[in-house]
């Protein structure tokens, strides 16, 4: 699944983020192009989770700072969490943490029939609804607009309820020195309690997040089962993490 965005998609994309909502005939004017170009757009902007729309026109699925991430590194957050979605299987059970690539994975469990999938990210809801092989638990909690995440005691007393095979997780920075760390006290929490609940969690992140430090600690590298990262890994860092006994699954 090629989640690419043209440059007209993007366009669009940061007009929505400016303005909240536009109808057809602005973007038309716009953009320079015919109504029945843009309505195309705006639907396979819908169809991938960006946007919703309105009678005539449309709104921004997501808060500004999502919808910025979601087009960082897009060829390698796909890769990433197609990689991630083949250790899913049928029946299984399976818990998602908030972030832009860890939300991608349940777009590729597109087959998979009798998922359970806890989550507290309101990304991975918007992009699972329509999949009827999946079902979605949402922790509840505390909103949180610029994660799109759900975070707080009530998020952690039910995950807390769970038990998963598998435990996605992302970060907003991880290395050998400083482990997985994250900007949001609440968001290492959420992990935390992801992982005690889970037969085995994965790290998923693109290389860009290596070497870059969070405020927050959330786990050691050595605590995680695995790694999911991209072939951009600097062969400085491929190394300090094999010395360390982590081989990190490249894709």
């Known amino acids: 699944m090629n989640l690419d965005l043209s440059e007209r998609k993007s366009i669009i994309l940061d007009m929505l983020a400016k303005e909240g909502s536009l109808s057809v005939a602005h973007l038309s004017r716009g953009l320079g192009v015919s109504e029945v170009t843009v309505r195309s757009d705006l639907k396979d902007l819908e169809e991938k989770g960006f946007l919703g729309r309105t009678r005539g026109g449309a709104y921004p699925a997501f808060y500004k700072d999502i919808l910025e991430r979601q087009r960082l590194n897009v060829d390698e957050k796909n890769r990433i969490a197609a990689a991630a979605a083949e250790f899913v299987h049928d029946d299984d059970r399976i818990m998602i943490e908030a972030g832009t690539t860890t939300a991608l994975i349940v777009k590729y469990l597109t087959g998979r029939h009798g998922v359970q999938v806890v989550t507290n990210s309101t990304l991975v809801f918007a992009y699972a609804r329509l999949n009827p092989g999946l079902s979605i638990i949402l922790s509840g909690g505390v909103f949180r607009k610029e994660t799109e995440s759900l975070v707080g005691p009530v998020a952690l007393k039910a995950i807390k309820e769970f038990n998963a095979r598998l435990a996605f997780v992302g970060t907003d920075g991880f290395s050998i020195e400083r482990g997985m760390t994250t900007q949001l006290v609440e968001g290492a929490e959420i992990v935390k309690a992801m992982r005690m609940r889970a037969e085995a969690t994965w790290l998923v992140a693109?290389?860009?997040?290596?070497?870059?430090?969070?405020?927050?600690?959330?786990?050691?590298?050595?605590?995680?089962?695995?790694?999911?990262?991209?072939?951009?890994?600097?062969?400085?860092?491929?190394?300090?993490?094999?010395e360390n006994a982590l081989e990190p699954r490249l894709v």
């Open 206 to 242: 693109d290389s860009s997040k290596y070497g870059k430090t969070g405020f927050v600690s959330v786990l050691g590298l050595s605590e995680v089962d695995g790694i999911i990262t991209d072939s951009r890994l600097s062969e400085e860092a491929l190394r300090k993490l094999r």
